[in-house]
């Protein structure tokens, strides 16, 4: 029993390294294999996600009624480490880098519900699958 418990605490709080060689909690690894898979699915051709990739979705513009132009650089800063302030609210938003922010890509419940949040924001639609994967690799790397 007492080994069972071991190992069960073990993987409840251990981080691993994945693929992408970035550590993340095992509920996020899974989270990110998932988007992998759903990905691949989508696109026979998927090679895995890209933070170059990434980088263009949080940098490009697009059209908003409001605001006039809208990233996610608007409310994120072009500095995942540094904090934001939102664009639509004017309120303060912690940095999203795992660097900088300890909480950050830690409940993929919270990573769920803001890049479908955010992507509706900027691009008038969820993210796929591997614009999601491709966003987490870009703003995880600080
Ligand atoms: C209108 C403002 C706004 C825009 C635009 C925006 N975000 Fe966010 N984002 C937020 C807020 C607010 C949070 C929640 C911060 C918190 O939990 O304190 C957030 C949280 C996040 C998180 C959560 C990190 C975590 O693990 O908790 C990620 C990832 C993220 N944003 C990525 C993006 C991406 C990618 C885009 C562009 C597609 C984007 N954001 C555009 C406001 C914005």
Redesign the pocket.
């Known amino acids: 029993m007492k080994i069972i418990t071991a190992v069960f605490v073990v993987l409840a709080i251990g981080c691993f390294s994945n693929a992408y060689g970035v550590t993340f909690n095992q509920e996020?690894n899974a989270y990110i294999q998932n988007l992998e898979k759903q990905a691949k699915q989508q696109d026979p051709s998927f090679k895995g996600f890209s933070a170059e990739r990434?980088k263009q979705?949080?940098f490009d513009q697009q059209p908003h009624q409001k605001l006039g132009k809208?990233?996610?650089?608007?409310?994120?800063t072009d500095d995942?480490r540094k904090q934001?302030k939102?664009?639509?609210?004017g309120?303060v938003?912690?940095p999203?880098a795992p660097s900088a922010?300890p909480?950050?890509?830690?409940?993929v419940k919270?990573?769920e519900?803001?890049?479908k949040?955010?992507?509706n924001?900027?691009?008038g639609r969820e993210?796929t699958a591997k614009?999601?994967g491709d966003?987490?690799l870009?703003?995880s790397q600080y």
């Open positions: 996020v990434g979705i949080f809208i990233s996610c650089t608007s409310c994120h995942v934001g939102n664009a639509k609210t309120k938003i912690e999203i922010n909480k950050a890509f830690t409940s919270n990573l519900k803001w890049l949040r955010n992507f924001d900027v691009y993210g614009e999601k966003s987490i870009y703003i």
